[in-house]
Structures are given as C-alpha cells and as structure tokens.
C-alpha cells in the first residue's frame, strides 16, 4: 500500500485531545484524526483531569480504528507503535500508554515512548522538510513556555523557561475572568484583532534580565486589577483593547528573547511550537522581526500547533529508528523533561 515507507501509528492522550496517526518514514501524515474534548470542560473553564481520562478511554479504541481505516492499512503493516509518556495529565498518559502497550503485545510490535514537547519541536519537520538542527526553538503550550537550543534531533538544552505561569495558561486565565469562554487564547487572538495594543501599558517582566527565564503570572495579575479598578470606578472596560494589549506584552517578551537566543549562540534558524505558536499575532510579529534580523523562521500550520499524533509519530519514527524503546512494565511520567 505504501510501498517501502515504514509506517508509525502513533498515539497521544497526554491532556484533552485524543488523537492518533499513521506516519510514513517520519515526514509523511497519512492520517491524523484529533478528538478533542473540549465540549466536556468548557463549563469547568479548564481540563477537568478525571473527565479527560474517561473521555479519552471512551475514545481511544475507536480513533485507533479510524485512523487505520483512513490510512487504508491493518496492523499488520505497521512497523511500530509510538505513544506519549509525559509530561501530561497521569490519567489522561495512561490510557494512551495502556492502548499501546495493549497494540504492541498483541500485535508482536516494538513499543516506543515519545516525549510529549519533543513532538510539539518535530511538528515543524512534518511540514517543513528542510528543516534541520541547529536552531533555537520556542516552545509556547498550555503547560509549558521555554526557549531550546536544539543542537541536533534528540540533544535539547533549555536556555531558559517560565518561573510561574505557562503562556497559553496566561492566555486561559485572562480569558477566564473576561467571561469569554475557554480555551482563552484563540478567543483573545481574535478578540485583540479588533484592539488597540497600545491601550494599556501592561508590565514586560523580566524583559530586560539577561537570562532566558520567563514570569508571566504578574500580568495576569495585572490585568485583573486594572479590570478590578475600571469596575469600582463604573468605567466601561474594552475587552478588545484589553486582550490586544495584555497579547502584545505577552509576544514582546517572547519575540525579543528568543531572537537575542539565536543572536547569542549564532543561530539563523528559529522555530516555534506549540498551540500559542497558533497565535496569529505571536506569528506576524516573529515574522517581521526576524526578517529584519535575518532570521529564517518556522512553525507548523495552525492544525499542527495544538496537541495531535502526527507530531508523536514523527518522533517515533525517529526514536524507533535509533533503537529506544519503552518496556512494556513502564508508566508514564507526568513531568517528563525534554532530552529524556
Ligand atoms: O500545545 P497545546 O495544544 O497543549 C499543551 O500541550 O498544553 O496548547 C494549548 C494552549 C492553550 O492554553 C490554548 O489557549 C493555547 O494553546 N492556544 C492559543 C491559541 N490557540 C491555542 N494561544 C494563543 N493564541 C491562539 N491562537
Ligand atoms: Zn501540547
């Protein structure tokens, strides 16, 4: 069927999408179905972890069949089984780790584990082919925000992350106590597009140290007393405003420390991960910058940046390849560390 590829089916449950892929090769998607559970925490305004684990037991056998269907392939021409083991949710990790575990052993397949941020870095290779170590990677999700000197494929050093808050937690919480619905950061992407960015002055933490480190906790808090301030004053608050400038102090600090990373270590390549690299704003910024920096920059299509199995295919591919595999007596690690 296709013909001398190595097929991947991947699988990743690692917080509220279900999801699984056929990978050929590495690069190739030849299916990718995301199921994501959003519907089912939107009234909790975040991810219910217990809900996420039944979610994704109801699901994941059916997903499995689907994306083989898709592929148009049986098992049987399946040369791996790759699942995310950490970091995640621990219930949500280990229906997928289960799954696989279950598919390999039945099935007589090697079982490889991958790192749930190492896909959200190969999510990049999947559409741009070219793309090869060294580069510095921005790594911008819901759980996580750090900056990554990728040397090669599998050696990462963390040059520097967030003390507090993730970005796409920050974007989550503002929208949160705006009233406008969750998750936040696609709601104030486009709710920023009809504001003015310069309308608040919202503090740029930690934007002149000369570390690599993040604190993003502070702007929340400090949106919420400017909204707490306009309300005891009976002034109205423009939310469009709010989310462009609460967005542009978000991306400032983002954009300037990433690009001063690649100056630094002489790196012409960035790449950014991740869902908040979904961010229109976040990425039409990075452009401008880097082409007058003389930067090549990449991320991954709007699809590829949120949680999916592709990306844990692609680096199970590779995992898989270089021997690595997870033993079928192992659980999943909830605060997995890039590199391992
Ligand atoms: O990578 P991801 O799907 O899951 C984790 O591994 O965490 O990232 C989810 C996060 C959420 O916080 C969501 O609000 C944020 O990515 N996000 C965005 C956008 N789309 C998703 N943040 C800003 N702008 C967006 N367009
Ligand atoms: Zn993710």
Redesign the pocket.
């Given at each position: 069927m296709h013909g001398q590829s190595e097929l991947i089916l991947a699988i990743e449950t690692?917080?509220d999408?279900t999801s699984v892929a056929i990978i050929a090769d590495g690069k190739e998607i030849i299916s990718n179905i995301v199921s994501s559970q959003v519907d089912f925490h939107r009234k909790f305004g975040g991810v219910v972890p217990e809900i996420a684990s039944r979610k994704h037991l109801e699901l994941i056998n059916p997903i499995v069949e689907e994306a083989l269907d898709q592929a148009q392939i049986g098992l049987n021409e399946v040369a791996a089984i790759a699942v995310t083991f950490g970091p995640g949710l621990v219930g949500a990790l280990l229906i997928g780790v289960s799954t696989a575990k279950a598919l390999a052993y039945a099935n007589n397949l090697p079982l490889v584990g991958v790192n749930?941020l190492e896909g959200?870095i190969f999510a990049n290779f999947l559409e741009h082919k070219e793309l090869g170590p060294p580069f510095i990677c921005l790594i911008v999700?819901?759980?996580?925000t750090a900056i990554v000197l990728v040397k090669e494929w599998g050696d990462y050093r963390v040059l520097g992350e967030t003390l507090d808050d993730a970005?796409?937690?920050a974007?989550?919480k503002v929208a949160g106590f705006l009233k406008l619905g969750y998750?936040?950061?696609?709601i104030?992407?486009d709710l920023a597009k009809k504001g003015n960015p310069g309308a608040v002055d919202f503090p740029r933490a930690m934007i002149h140290k000369k570390n690599f480190d993040f604190s993003l906790s502070g702007l929340k808090t400090a949106v919420l007393n400017y909204v707490t301030k306009l309300k005891n004053e009976k002034k109205p608050v423009n939310n469009a405003d709010l989310c462009a400038s609460f967005q542009a102090a978000v991306i400032d600090v983002l954009v300037l420390k990433s690009v001063r990373a690649a100056k630094e270590n002489e790196i012409d390549k960035l790449v950014l991960a991740?869902?908040?690299a979904?961010?229109?704003e976040?990425r039409s910024k990075f452009g401008k910058v880097c082409s007058k920096e003389n930067l090549k920059l990449f991320y991954p299509s709007v699809a590829l940046?949120?949680?999916n199995a592709a990306m844990i295919g692609s680096v199970g591919y590779y995992r898989f390849k270089t021997g690595q595999r997870l033993p079928l007596d192992a659980y999943p690690d909830p605060n997995l560390k890039l590199g391992q």
């Open positions: 690692s917080c999408e749930h959200h999700s819901g759980g996580h970005a796409g937690e974007f989550d998750p936040g950061g696609p104030i992407d991740g869902g908040v979904a961010n229109s976040l940046c949120t949680d």
